[in-house]
């Protein structure tokens, strides 16, 4: 699992909810495009994501397409407070099958993620 963001709170928040639902595999964190891209390339079985839009450097479709490209079948989704159409846009356009706006309430994040999650460990 990757997690690229570059707030520690929402890292924070995504790993307790994959510990939550019983995630027990490797997690890598990447709090930059760059991290990001450096993990995609040291493990490209890498399955599932949870990627930012506005992460450093480059955006969090950057990193969507270029996992995207390297593992097709990885299902990744954009976690990110801006919840604009023209990011979920981008973010569709370049392989994300999810959009979880972090700014709706807590509790609907929280469901959201869960659900997902639910639907990509069960497969």
């Not at 997690?3 to 990447?30: F, N, P």
């Not at 450097?57 to 996992?67: D, E, F, Q, S």
């Not at 846009?89 to 639910?118: N, W, Y």
Request: glycine share 4%.
């Amino acid at each position: 699992f990757l997690i690229a963001d570059d707030s520690t709170e929402k890292i924070a928040m995504l790993q307790s909810l994959l510990e939550s639902v019983g995630w027990r595999g490797t997690t890598y964190i990447a709090q930059t495009t760059e991290e990001a891209m450096k993990w995609i390339d040291l493990d490209p079985t890498i399955c599932f994501a949870f990627v930012d839009y506005y992460i450093p450097a480059k955006n969090g479709p950057a990193v969507i397409k270029y996992l995207k490209d390297i593992r097709p079948t990885a299902r990744i989704a954009l976690v990110s407070s801006s919840g604009t159409e023209t990011n979920a846009h981008e973010a569709r356009e370049a392989g994300a099958e999810a959009i979880i706006c972090t700014s709706d309430p807590m509790d609907q994040v929280e469901f959201k993620v869960k659900e997902i999650l639910g639907d990509w460990l069960m497969q």
